[in-house]
Each structure stands twice: as C-alpha cells, then as structure tokens.
C-alpha cells in the first residue's frame, strides 16, 4: 500500500513559480507510474503530467508543457511539480497518483491505484 501527502501549494501572483512535493510511504514506491493532476473551480479533474518509475519518461499536458517539470527521487519516496511562469488558470487543487506499471501517459493515467489529499493552488492576476 502507498500513502501519498503532498505538500507546497500557495497563492501566488502571475508569472510566479511554485514547486509541489508528494512524500510517498511503503516500500513499492518505485513500482508505481506517478502522477499530477488537478481540478479547478467547476471543472473537471485533469491530468497534468506523469513520470515512469525510473523518472527517465514523462508526459504533459500541453497547456503546461515547457513551464511545468515532474520528477521523483526514489531514494526519498518523494515526487515533485516544479512549476513556473504560473497563469491564473493553473489554479485549483493539485492531487499527485500513484499508479502501479512502468509509464502511462496522461490519457491512459486513469483508475490511479492510490491519491493523495491534494494541496491548493492559487494564482491571482
């Protein structure tokens, strides 16, 4: 079994940077495809990027490709969303996944195995 915290959200202003973190317990952390996603104010949740078990795959969504970058360490159990030049539309609550398989990319990062509580972003303009 796999707990997921994140940590790191906050409320900044346009054009900002942020960077999220999710502590991941138990021993098969490195088993698992993670994941972020998010859910805005009265949208539907979203996928926002995933990474392979190694770290060396990953996939965006466009609208926050080459401003938003995921990575893991395996040795810490902890992934990471390194976001910059944040919009106002990147606001809303973020979620990490964990989802047990070498890689998925977003449309596939469905029936996550395991979610985090989520941590909330705010982006104001």
């Known amino acids: 079994q796999v707990q997921l915290v994140e940590s790191g959200g906050g409320s900044v202003q346009a054009g900002g940077s942020l960077r999220l973190s999710c502590a991941a317990s138990?021993?098969?952390?490195?088993?698992?495809?993670m994941g972020w996603f998010r859910q805005g104010p009265g949208k539907e949740r979203e996928g926002v990027a995933s990474?392979?078990?190694?770290?060396?795959?990953?996939d965006y969504a466009g609208s926050v490709k080459g401003r938003f970058t995921i990575s893991r360490d395996n040795v810490k159990n902890i992934l990471y969303l390194q976001m910059n030049h944040l919009k106002p539309e990147d606001s809303g609550m973020y979620y990490c996944?964990?989802?047990?398989?070498?890689?998925?990319?977003?449309?596939?990062?469905?029936?996550?195995?395991?979610w985090g509580q989520g941590t909330q972003v705010t982006v104001s303009s």
């Open positions: 138990g021993s098969t952390y490195g088993e698992y495809c």
């Open positions: 990474i392979s078990t190694g770290g060396s795959s990953t």
């Open positions: 996944a964990a989802k047990r398989g070498y890689f998925y990319v977003l449309p596939a990062f469905d029936h996550a195995d395991y």
